[in-house]
């Protein structure tokens, strides 16, 4: 009878996920593109041995799971991350047995983990915010500038008795919010309010909402960019919508077609999928593009026609490299087109976490939402509510990067040759990589214009594809795992993101330091001239 | 055509909780006792007007929101909160224009709010973490304990890079989780294993990991106690599946019967819903009783023997009360009875924001893990790296929460003196409001054994029900409500946690401040009687 139980709910699992790849054959071949390579997330296909022996439909097995859950991947800390772990743990057993000396992790934005250092206002406020009980003895005068100390008397004064221990307002705590609304609005010249903005543990919490509250079914689609930030996928999958996806034009530097957005949401319509949103990510994860203004024109002017809520990540916002391209927020775009709070639902993401500042382990962000009914809104607040508030340090941490030091603040110099120092840096070695990737055999990589990834573009040779195939995992993870098994440097292959079928890619941060960057260089030199000498055609 | 799709899609919603219902009769009552009383939620019968006025069924309404969102309701921030923020608005601008001169919010388990005092020693090694630049200067040996520098440099150790800043680990950071693991073995006298500690912005969040991994459908159930803390319907609801409740014995001061659960889990079985974990709170929220070790041993057993996943909610293994209970957790409970790691599946929730430290603000806390086979545990880790990590300065604290200060370290005395003022005072203010509660006409109230509440039940007069009914809210709310408008004190009513139909109560927290307590017995007795006089049968 058990065994009756067990076969029966495997058969329903099937059926599901045949089920709904027959409705959406146009997304048949995302389970390629977004395969798990040989990561450990169950594929959507194949089923792991331990499911065969459950015994009970009950009892916990990956059958009785829910299978939105298997089918969500997140290549970013996917199986050549935990690869990677395993590496470093032999290297500090036994620190020669390997052929490097050291593991490189270029495979996420984590900027602080590679010895970037932190904005020292942002951390002295944070350090007098959570022991006020020091602001006022005289040797503290000594150890922080008098800026953050005033700083951090405002701060706690915004803050219903001074308590960055309780619970805040489900948005946020209001004072908080007002200085990022003032900081939005002298970024974008248009007004922000307070009451838009909700406060979250990073970007990604903010997303998660916003695709819960938009997602029914699966015949609820989301247009993605392809390649995309697997965040995306991975929300969408665990909220049981459909990932519409749109492709980016690799030639034309990431270019956002128009045509190809008409193009995409015409296909899902006739396949029954309503289009609910559409995921701008600008300036581009992985692909580094930042959007010219004509054509964050032609996206809002899109979503308007179409009906679509635009969610705008906008976390790189702060990091642009080129003289030629400017981040404008598409709130900013928006307004300037004439259309009011009325007009277009709207919500841009922002973080702490990337930018010069790179405070990704505090987990601090917002989300800015405009255009939606009080009705909707408050659906929003009442999720947000659910988990009481984000954490009381990311939203100190939120408001100092949107009102960070001015001329004349004590710090200004200390903290604009920390934010300097770091962006040039950053350009510099997004420069040098992309120069030695490009200078790779059948290898080319676009410019990072901003954000902080490479993404190019390597033509793997039908042998090492077919070797791949052999091992049963895509050839941009065989190639992926095969450089960081001899160089120990990290990346992520690019069928974590989405890539047009049969192209290959992987996505390398710019973010180990400058000292390091020569090395790496070498190593991948080396390792892609030994890799093409084995695979050549 | 665009009146016609809306109508369509109106239809289908309705028809979507028409069915639910159908389908589980026995659920039926919740609409009742999980009413939104007057809340902004939209009940699952009834629909707001805008739906009416909407004219596509993709574009934004409350229509063709995600149904799941629509449902899910969380009374501790629910309208009787909203009011009494705009009255707080209202005492700012005009504070002559009430019968009362604060708010006194006594419907959240947020003591930091209420003028509750940090642990010296854990602010001290959070500022210290923050801002280590200051580590080594001499001014810091006078504002900062020895022994908070050195637990600073530590912790600090602990971190990859010494990196505060960075990502984690998506369990957290390995150190961090081995100092937890040892304050639980501490705690248990039984083995604890860092690989089975994830660290958690808050309990929250892991409850929803662990909703989201078990529930497929509205076919899959979980036993909750009613009364409950409104996460757990909140959660249900959000994941879309089925609350099986089982009801706690109000005249056995809460008590929880093996019996009950066995008929509730018979019942559901009936209906087609399979169980897959049960929901205990110890100390109970919001019920405030702390489970005897006899009655844990049941428990224990009823799951290995069903095979249930036990959800254990310990956020307040740090508040008792009385000298006759002691907490235990289930963990150890079930190696009690001889049960080994993979004889059970157990999650174990703790969190900073409880206890006598109250640190909500910071959203610390971590689930621990145990009998899950690796491949769901996988899935787990998964689930939690989608969303990187959680924030590093609750890391830290759930750390400090594990492991506090030791006899003869330099923060020891204080620490103590700190944590023993704050329970006892706690014990005290729970004493007093208890009594008061039982010296009322109609009112009996259970004692507060553990957790922060009181959860006294109110017999409604017929002509108060009646009253309330006219203008179609639960008695409970009309109760709180008024209670609200006459003397500022916010209480939630029993309907947002669930109680036997029929009976009424109000969620009451023993947090505010001792000074504040006789003000709160004072007004909260003229209003009852008041309240009685007017609606006495």
Known sequence: MRRLVADKTKQLIRTHFLTYKSHHPS????????????STSTSTTTFPS???????????????????????????????????????????KDPKSLPFDEILYCNIGNPRSLGQQPIT??????????????????????????????RAWQILEQIPGKATGAYSHSQGIKGLR????????????FPANANDIFLTDGASPGVHMMMQLLLRSEQDGILCPIPQYPLYSASIALHGGTLVPYYLDEATGWGLEISELKKQLESSKSKGVTVRALVVINPGNPTGQVLAEENQKQIVEFCKKEGLVLLADEVYQDNVYVPDRKFHSFKKIARSLGYQENDLPLVSFQSVSKGFYGECGKRGGYMEVTGFTADIREQIYKVASVNLCSNLTGQILASLVMSPPKVGDESYEVYSAEKEGILS????????????FNSLEGVTCNKAEGAMYLFPRINLPQKAIKAAEAEHIAPDAFYARRLLEETGIVVVPGSGFGQVPGTWHIRCTILPQEDKIPGIVERLTAYHQKFMDEFRD
Chains 1, 2 share one sequence.
């Open 27 to 38: 997304l048949a071949s995302q389970s390629f593109f977004f395969s798990s390579y040989y």
């Open 50 to 92: 331990s499911m065969e022996s459950s015994d009970s439909s009950h009892q916990l097995s990956l059958q009785t799971l829910n299978p939105k859950v298997l089918k969500c991947e997140y290549a970013v800390r996917g199986a050549i991350v935990t690869q990677a772990e395993k590496l470093q743990e032999q290297l500090k």
């Open 121 to 150: 206002f942002f951390r002295e406020v944070l350090a007098l915010c959570d022991h006020p009980n020091i602001l006022d003895k005289s040797e503290t005068q000594g150890l922080f500038s008098a800026d953050s100390i005033e």
């Open 178 to 189: 007002e200085t990022i609304a003032a900081g939005i609005e002298a970024r974008d010249g």
């Open 425 to 436: 840096s950053m350009a510099r070695r997004a420069k040098t990589l992309e120069d030695a």
